[in-house]
Every structure is written in structure tokens, then in C-alpha cells.
């Protein structure tokens, strides 16, 4: 038994003003289609969400994988360091600017004629889950946002993240 089914097509594509670095799998097939956008975890890539991002396209969905910000191909040479200076703070900053980014993949899904603008949808792993989270809060165009082992206590998360004054945010949220 196959555990990937179809033939798809995946493209590299660098996305808005940041040059965001994605994977694009989909079926060649006529008709707009709803969209995942899928985030790896803490270290990943957007090659380690593969077999998510194919599995998703065999139920019908296309998927776009993302690199986070200072992973895969926006790997900082400082990474290592800066996350032994204060973990906190750098992976709160990860989140943040990732999900910050994500209002570029949704333009760019948007402008494509084989995407259903109102089905996007985003799911994260781990960090990616915590990335999801975040973005579902700063961008109104997703529809819904799945996080797979990411952010336990997100009430708690989020007082952290504020207490590091690292949210995008005027307001402190009510948890």
C-alpha cells in the first residue's frame, strides 16, 4: 500500500518583499483549491514538512511550506549563538517575525488562480505550531489554523512573549 497516491507538482518560490523562501505542492489539476500553509518545527526546514505537505495534496489540498525565519534557507551564521545569549527571546522573536511573514504567503496565494482565497488555512509542528497560532491572531484572511504539539499553555506563552516585549502588539492580551 502507497502511502503518498498522485503525481504533483512542487515548485521553489521566494515570496514578497522578504523573499520568503517556500515550497509549492499541488496537483495539476483545473480549479481553484484549498490551501495549507504548513511551518516545520524549532531547526526544521521546509523540506522536513514533505511528507505533510503531500499527504495534505492527496486529500486535495496544495501546500505551501515555509522557512521560518533564521532556518532552512534564511539560516542565520549566528543562530547557535544567539540562541545560547537568551533562548527566550529569540525563539519569542522567530514566532513573532514568522508569523509577521505570513501575511506576504497569503498575498501571494491570493494572486494565484488555481487558490480558493477563502479556503487558506495554516498548520505548524512544534515551533510551527506556536508560528500558527500567532498568525491566526494577525491575519484575519486565514480560515483556520491547526498547531501539532505547539504551545501547551498558550495563555502562558503569550505573558512570556509580553513580558519580553516581543509581540507585535500595543495591547496586553487578556490571558
Same mark, same amino acid.
Given at each position: 500500500?502507497?502511502v503518498?497516491k498522485?503525481?504533483y507538482?512542487i $515548485?521553489?518560490?521566494?515570496?514578497g518583499k522578504?523573499k520568503i523562501p517556500?515550497l509549492?505542492f499541488y496537483?495539476?489539476t483545473?480549479?481553484?483549491?484549498?490551501?495549507?500553509?504548513?511551518?516545520?518545527g524549532?531547526?526544521g526546514?521546509?523540506?522536513?514538512m514533505l511528507?505533510?505537505c503531500?499527504?495534505m495534496?492527496?486529500?486535495?489540498? /496544495?501546500t505551501?511550506?515555509v522557512?521560518a525565519r533564521?532556518?532552512?534557507?534564511r539560516?542565520?551564521? $549566528?543562530f547557535?549563538?544567539?540562541?545560547?545569549e537568551n533562548?527566550?527571546?529569540?525563539?519569542f522573536t522567530?514566532?513573532?517575525?514568522?508569523a509577521?511573514?505570513?501575511?506576504?504567503?497569503v498575498?501571494f496565494?491570493?494572486a494565484?488562480?488555481?487558490v480558493?482565497?477563502a479556503k487558506?488555512g495554516?498548520?505548524?509542528?512544534?515551533?510551527?505550531g506556536?508560528?500558527?497560532l500567532v498568525?491566526?491572531?494577525?491575519?484575519?484572511?486565514?480560515?483556520a489554523?491547526v498547531s501539532?504539539?505547539?504551545?501547551a499553555?498558550?495563555?502562558?506563552?503569550?505573558k512570556?512573549m509580553?513580558?519580553?516585549?516581543?509581540?507585535?502588539f500595543?495591547e496586553?492580551?487578556m /490571558?
Amino acid at each position: 500500500m502507497a502511502v503518498i497516491k498522485g503525481t504533483y507538482a512542487i $515548485e521553489k518560490h521566494f515570496i514578497g518583499k522578504d523573499k520568503i523562501p517556500t515550497l509549492w505542492f499541488y496537483h495539476e489539476t483545473e480549479g481553484a483549491k484549498p490551501v495549507v500553509i504548513a511551518l516545520h518545527g524549532w531547526t526544521g526546514n521546509k523540506e522536513g514538512m514533505l511528507t505533510n505537505c503531500l499527504r495534505m495534496a492527496d486529500a486535495g489540498f /496544495c501546500t505551501i511550506s515555509v522557512d521560518a525565519r533564521m532556518h532552512g534557507d534564511r539560516m542565520d551564521p $549566528e543562530f547557535w549563538g544567539k540562541f545560547a545569549e537568551n533562548f527566550p527571546r529569540t525563539f519569542f522573536t522567530i514566532v513573532v517575525e514568522t508569523a509577521k511573514d505570513i501575511s506576504q504567503i497569503v498575498d501571494f496565494l491570493e494572486a494565484r488562480d488555481d487558490v480558493n482565497p477563502a479556503k487558506i488555512g495554516m498548520m505548524g509542528v512544534s515551533m510551527g505550531g506556536f508560528i500558527t497560532l500567532v498568525s491566526a491572531f494577525l491575519e484575519k484572511r486565514l480560515k483556520a489554523a491547526v498547531s501539532v504539539i505547539g504551545a501547551a499553555n498558550f495563555p502562558l506563552f503569550v505573558k512570556r512573549m509580553v513580558s519580553l516585549k516581543v509581540l507585535p502588539f500595543k495591547e496586553k492580551p487578556m /490571558c
